[in-house]
C-alpha cells in the first residue's frame, strides 16, 4: 500500500490469483515440505501465517474478494440469453423477492399459481424425464454451467431413447419445488439444475438434484444429487452431464431414486 497526492495505492498483488491464493504465508516454517503437503491435501485456508494475533492483509483482502464474489453469486440473476439459449421460459415460486428466498426456503418449493397455469398450458405430460433449471443460490452458476450441461444430459436421454419434457426455468427455486413441478407434469424421472450455496472460494457450482416421480410428501431421502459441477475444482459439466444420464437410466430401470434406489441396488450393480 502506498500514498501519493492523497489517492491509495495499493500494490499488492492479486489475492485471488491460483499461486497467490495457494501461497504458503508461514514465515520459516519448521517443515515446509510437511506445510506443504497439508495445504495441497485441503481447500481450507490453513498455513497462511499472522500478523501477530490478527490476519494478513493478503488473506484478509483474499477472504474480502471470495465473500464479494459468493454475494454477487446469490443476488445476481440468470442471464435472459442463457434461458433463449436452452430455449426455457420462466416462471415463479411462491418467493417475492430474493431476501424472502433467503429468509424463506419452505416459498422457494412451492410454484405460485401463475406458475402452476403456465406450466399446465405450456409443457407436453408424463414424459420420461422433465429437467428444469432453477436459479438456487447461485446464478453464476447456472449461467456458466447451464448452457454446457443441459445439452448433454438431454442429447444422451434423446440417443437412449428416453422422452424429455418441455423444460423451463424457475426464479427462486429450492429443491423440493420438483415435488410441485411434477404434480402438474407427471413424469417418471424429474431433474432440477439449481445453483450451490457458494463457498469461499467456488461461487459458481451447479448442482442436479434427482427424483423419480416426486411428489407431495418426497424428500431429500427419496432423491439423489451431483453436486460440485463447476470448471472450478468440481466435476466439468460435460462430464456430468453424462454422470446425470447414466443415473437417470438406472432410477428407470429400478423404478426408484435416493435411499429406495441405493437398497434396491445393492448386490444388483
Ligand atoms: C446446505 C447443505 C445441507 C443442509 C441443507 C439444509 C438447508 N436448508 O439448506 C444440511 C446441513 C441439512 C445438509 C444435510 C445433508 N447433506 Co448437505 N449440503 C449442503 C450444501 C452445503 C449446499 C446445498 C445447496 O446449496 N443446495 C441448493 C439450495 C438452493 O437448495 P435448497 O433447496 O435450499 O436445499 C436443499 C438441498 O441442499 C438438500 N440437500 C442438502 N444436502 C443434501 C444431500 C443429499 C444427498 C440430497 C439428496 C439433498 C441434500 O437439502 C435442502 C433442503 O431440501 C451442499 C454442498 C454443495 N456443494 O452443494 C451439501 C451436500 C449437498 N450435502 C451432502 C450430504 C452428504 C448431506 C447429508 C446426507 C449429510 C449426512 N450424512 O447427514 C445430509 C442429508 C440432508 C437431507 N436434506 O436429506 C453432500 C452430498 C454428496 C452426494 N453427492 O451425495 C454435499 C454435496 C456436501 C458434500 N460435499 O459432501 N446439507
Not at 51 to 70: E, N
Not at 130 to 135: E, K, L, M
Not at 154 to 171: D, H, N, R
Not at 177 to 197: H, Q, Y
Given at each position: 500500500m502506498d500514498?501519493?497526492?492523497?489517492?491509495?495505492?495499493?500494490?499488492?498483488?492479486?489475492?485471488?490469483?491460483?499461486?497467490?491464493?495457494?501461497?504458503?504465508?508461514?514465515k520459516n516454517p519448521h517443515d515446509l515440505e510437511g506445510l506443504r503437503n497439508l495445504c495441497a491435501a485441503t481447500t481450507a485456508?490453513?498455513?497462511?501465517?499472522?500478523?501477530?494475533?490478527?490476519?494478513?492483509?493478503?488473506?484478509?483482502?483474499?477472504?474480502?474478494?471470495?465473500?464479494?464474489?459468493?454475494?454477487?453469486?446469490?443476488y445476481g440473476e440468470v442471464a435472459e440469453e442463457v434461458k433463449a439459449k436452452l430455449g426455457l421460459f420462466t416462471v415463479k415460486t411462491q418467493v417475492a423477492d430474493r431476501d424472502e428466498y433467503l429468509l424463506r426456503p419452505d416459498l422457494g418449493r412451492r410454484l405460485c399459481d401463475d406458475a402452476k397455469a403456465t406450466i399446465a398450458a405450456r409443457c407436453i405430460r408424463q414424459p420420461q424425464v422433465?429437467?428444469?433449471?432453477?436459479?438456487g443460490l447461485s446464478a453464476a452458476a447456472v449461467n456458466t454451467n447451464a448452457p454446457?450441461?443441459?445439452?448433454?444430459?438431454?442429447?444422451?436421454?434423446?440417443?437412449?431413447?428416453?422422452?424429455?419434457?418441455?423444460?423451463?426455468?424457475?426464479?427462486?427455486?429450492?429443491?423440493?419445488?420438483?415435488?410441485?413441478?411434477?404434480?402438474?407434469?407427471?413424469?417418471?424421472?424429474?431433474?432440477?439444475?439449481?445453483?450451490?450455496?457458494?463457498?469461499?472460494g467456488?461461487?459458481?457450482?451447479?448442482?442436479?438434484?434427482?427424483?423419480?416421480?416426486?411428489?407431495?410428501?418426497?424428500?431429500?431421502?427419496?432423491?439423489?444429487?451431483?453436486?460440485?459441477?463447476?470448471y472450478h475444482g468440481g466435476m466439468n459439466p460435460l462430464e456430468a452431464g453424462a454422470y446425470v444420464v447414466e443415473l437417470i437410466k438406472k432410477m428407470l430401470r429400478h423404478e426408484s431414486s435416493g435411499i429406495g434406489l441405493k437398497i434396491k441396488m445393492s448386490g444388483v450393480e
Open positions: 500514498r501519493a497526492d492523497d489517492k491509495v495505492i495499493i500494490d499488492l498483488p492479486d489475492p485471488t490469483l491460483p499461486e497467490e491464493r495457494r501461497a504458503i504465508g508461514v485456508r490453513i498455513g497462511v501465517g499472522r500478523a501477530g494475533p490478527r490476519p494478513r492483509t493478503r488473506s484478509l483482502l483474499l477472504f474480502h474478494a471470495d465473500h464479494a464474489a459468493a454475494q454477487d453469486a446469490i422433465q429437467i428444469v433449471v432453477g436459479d454446457e450441461i443441459y445439452p448433454i444430459i438431454e442429447q444422451g436421454l434423446k440417443s437412449a431413447g428416453v422422452s424429455v419434457g418441455t423444460p423451463f426455468f424457475i426464479q427462486f427455486a429450492r429443491v423440493g419445488v420438483i415435488n410441485d413441478v411434477n404434480a402438474i407434469i407427471g413424469a417418471d424421472v424429474v431433474v432440477i439444475l439449481l445453483g450451490e450455496r457458494p463457498g469461499l467456488v461461487a459458481d457450482a451447479l448442482s442436479a438434484y434427482l427424483g423419480y416421480r416426486p411428489g407431495p410428501g418426497k424428500t431429500d431421502a427419496d432423491r439423489d444429487v451431483v453436486c460440485m459441477i463447476t
